[in-house]
C-alpha cells in the first residue's frame, strides 16, 4: 500500500476497474460534496425551523439570514474559481480530494449543530474555501488524468451520469429523513441529514487517499508547478477563452430551463405534484442518460464543440416553443414533454462543456488553471439571471404569460451564441491543428 501511495502512475498502468472507481468517486463526490452548502435549496422550511429553534435566527429574520449565507458561499465560490485551477496544477490531486472531502466533512458536522449566526457565516466562507478552491479543480483534471484525449469526452458524459444518479439517490434519501425522523423536534431532522452527509463526505476521503495515485506529469512543468507564465498561456489561448464563452451561454439556458417549472403551473395550472415530479425528472433523472449520451456522440463524431452547436440549436427551438405555445391547460402534457425533452438537451450540451479543452489540445500542465478560468467566466450566470428573471415575473404577475414569453426568448438567444461560440471553437482548434502539422 506504501508503494502504491508514493509511485507515479499513468493513466495506462491503471487497470479498467481502477479507472471506473475513480471515475465514480469523482463523479459522486461532486454531488455530495455540494449539497451541505445547497441544503437550503430543496429543504428551506425545515432548516430555517432548525435554525430558528437553534437560536441561530428569528423568525423574521430567518429567511433573510439563510440568504445571506448562501450569498457569502456563492461569492466565495466566484472568487475561488480561477485559483482553484491554479492549485490543481500545482498539489497532488490526491491531495486535494482528501483534504477537501475531509475539511468539508468536518465543516458539515459542525453546521449540524447550528451554532449563532456570525459562526454559520463563517462555516459557509469556509465551505467555499474548502468545496471550490481545494476541491473543485481536481473534478475535471481527475477525469482528464484517467483519460486519453481520445475517451475524455466519453467519461466526463459518464461522470456526469453518475453525478445525477448520486444526486437522484440522496435526494430520496435526504427526502425520507427529513418527513420521517424526529418529526416532534424542529432541530433533529436536519441535524441527522446533515450528520450523515457529514459521514459520507469523510468517507469519500478516506477513499480519496488510499485510492488516487500520484499521476505522471500532473503538476506544471520542469519549472515546477504553476506559473506566471502558465497562467499567461491561459489567458492568451483563444481556445479557453472561446469554451469559456460557450459556457457561459450554455449554463446560462441549462439554468433557465428550470423556469419552465413556473410556467407549468402559473400558465397552464398544472399541479405542485405533478411539476414536482417532472422537475425531479429534469434536474436529475434526464442527466442519468443525457451526458453519457452526448459523451459518447461527441466521442463518435470526434468533436465536442460539434454537438455542443447542434444541441445548442435544438435547445434554441425547444425554448422559442415555449415561448410561442398557446396557454392552454390542455397542452400540459406538450409542455411537460418539451420540458423533459429540453432538460435532457440542455445537461447533455452542459455536461461535454469542458471536452472543449481537449479539443483545442490545452496542454495538460496548464489543464487545471484553463478549468478554473471556465469556472469564473462560465457560471457568471448565478450571479445575475435569477434576480433578471425575478424581476421580469415581478413586473408581470398580473399576466404571467408574458414574464415567462420574454424569459424563454432570453434564453433562446443566449442558445444561439453557445453554438456560434462553439462552431467557432472548432474553426479555431482546426486551424492551430493545421499549424502544428505543418
Known amino acids: 500500500m506504501l508503494k502504491f501511495l508514493s509511485q507515479e502512475?499513468?493513466?495506462?498502468?491503471?487497470?479498467r476497474a481502477h479507472s471506473l472507481f475513480l471515475l465514480i468517486l469523482v463523479s459522486i463526490g461532486s454531488s455530495i460534496i455540494y449539497t451541505p452548502a445547497y441544503i437550503k435549496f430543496v429543504f428551506d422550511e425545515p432548516l430555517a425551523r432548525a435554525v430558528i429553534a437553534a437560536g441561530a435566527s428569528t423568525e423574521a429574520t430567518v429567511q433573510t439570514d439563510l440568504g445571506m449565507l448562501m450569498s457569502a458561499y456563492a461569492w466565495t465560490a466566484l472568487i475561488c474559481y480561477l485559483p482553484s485551477g491554479i492549485v490543481a496544477d500545482r498539489?497532488?490531486?490526491?491531495?486535494?480530494?482528501?483534504?477537501?472531502?475531509?475539511?468539508?466533512?468536518?465543516?458539515?458536522?459542525?453546521?449540524?449543530?447550528?451554532?449563532?449566526?456570525?459562526?454559520?457565516?463563517?462555516?459557509?466562507?469556509?465551505?467555499?474555501?474548502?468545496?471550490?478552491?481545494?476541491?473543485?479543480?481536481?473534478?475535471?483534471?481527475?477525469?482528464?488524468?484517467?483519460?486519453?484525449?481520445?475517451?475524455?469526452?466519453?467519461?466526463?458524459?459518464i461522470s456526469y451520469g453518475f453525478y445525477g444518479l448520486a444526486g437522484l439517490l440522496l435526494g430520496l434519501v435526504n427526502a425520507w429523513i427529513v418527513t420521517n425522523l424526529f418529526l416532534n423536534n424542529p432541530i433533529?431532522?436536519?441535524?441527522?441529514?446533515?450528520?450523515?452527509?457529514?459521514a459520507l463526505i469523510f468517507i469519500l476521503g478516506v477513499l480519496s487517499f488510499l485510492f488516487i495515485p500520484r499521476f505522471e506529469g500532473e503538476i506544471g512543468s520542469a519549472e515546477g508547478g504553476f506559473n506566471v507564465k502558465q497562467l499567461a498561456s491561459v489567458l492568451t489561448n483563444p481556445v479557453v477563452w472561446l469554451a469559456a464563452?460557450?459556457?457561459?451561454?450554455?449554463?446560462?439556458?441549462?439554468?433557465?430551463?428550470?423556469?419552465?417549472?413556473?410556467?407549468?403551473?402559473?400558465?397552464?395550472?398544472?399541479?405542485?405534484?405533478?411539476?414536482?415530479?417532472?422537475?425531479v425528472i429534469?434536474?436529475?433523472?434526464?442527466?442519468?442518460?443525457?451526458?453519457p449520451f452526448?459523451?459518447?456522440?461527441?466521442?463518435?463524431?470526434?468533436?465536442?464543440?460539434?454537438?455542443?452547436?447542434?444541441?445548442?440549436?435544438?435547445?434554441?427551438?425547444?425554448?422559442?416553443?415555449?415561448?410561442?405555445m398557446p396557454a392552454s391547460s390542455s397542452l400540459v402534457i406538450v409542455a411537460a414533454v418539451v420540458a423533459i425533452l429540453l432538460g435532457f438537451v440542455a445537461n447533455g450540451v452542459f455536461g461535454i462543456c469542458s471536452s472543449q479543452l481537449t479539443e483545442g489540445k490545452v496542454p495538460?500542465?496548464?489543464?487545471?488553471?484553463?478549468?478554473?478560468?471556465?469556472?469564473?467566466v462560465g457560471f457568471l450566470p448565478d450571479t445575475f439571471s435569477y434576480i433578471w428573471f425575478g424581476k421580469i415575473r415581478d413586473a408581470n404577475q398580473a399576466n404571467p404569460e408574458v414574464a415567462f414569453n420574454q424569459i424563454f426568448l432570453i434564453?433562446?438567444?443566449?442558445?444561439?451564441?453557445?453554438?456560434?461560440?462553439?462552431?467557432?471553437?472548432?474553426?479555431v482548434a482546426r486551424k492551430r491543428a493545421a499549424l502544428v502539422s505543418e
Open 9 to 15: 502512475r499513468r493513466a495506462t498502468d491503471l487497470s
Open 91 to 157: 498539489v497532488r490531486v490526491r491531495t486535494l480530494a482528501w483534504v477537501g472531502f475531509s475539511t468539508t466533512a468536518l465543516l458539515t458536522a459542525w453546521f449540524a449543530f447550528f451554532p449563532s449566526f456570525t459562526t454559520l457565516l463563517g462555516l459557509f466562507i469556509a465551505m467555499g474555501i474548502t468545496t471550490i478552491l481545494i476541491w473543485w479543480g481536481i473534478r475535471f483534471k481527475l477525469v482528464r488524468l484517467i483519460s486519453t484525449e481520445d475517451n475524455y469526452s466519453r467519461n466526463i458524459g
Open 188 to 198: 433533529m431532522p436536519m441535524r441527522a441529514l446533515l450528520l450523515i452527509l457529514a
Open 245 to 279: 464563452l460557450t459556457l457561459f451561454f450554455v449554463y446560462f439556458f441549462y439554468t433557465g430551463v428550470n423556469q419552465t417549472t413556473g410556467y407549468l403551473t402559473e400558465v397552464l395550472g398544472a399541479s405542485i405534484g405533478v411539476v414536482s415530479v417532472i422537475g
Open 282 to 291: 429534469r434536474t436529475y433523472g434526464v442527466s442519468l442518460l443525457s451526458a
Open 294 to 324: 452526448f459523451g459518447a456522440v461527441a466521442t463518435k463524431v470526434g468533436s465536442p464543440s460539434t454537438v455542443i452547436a447542434v444541441g445548442s440549436v435544438t435547445a434554441a427551438l425547444g425554448l422559442a416553443a415555449f415561448a410561442f
Open 364 to 376: 495538460l500542465n496548464i489543464f487545471g488553471t484553463a478549468t478554473g478560468l471556465l469556472s469564473v
Open 411 to 427: 434564453l433562446a438567444g443566449s442558445a444561439v451564441i453557445a453554438a456560434l461560440c462553439a462552431i467557432a471553437l472548432v474553426v
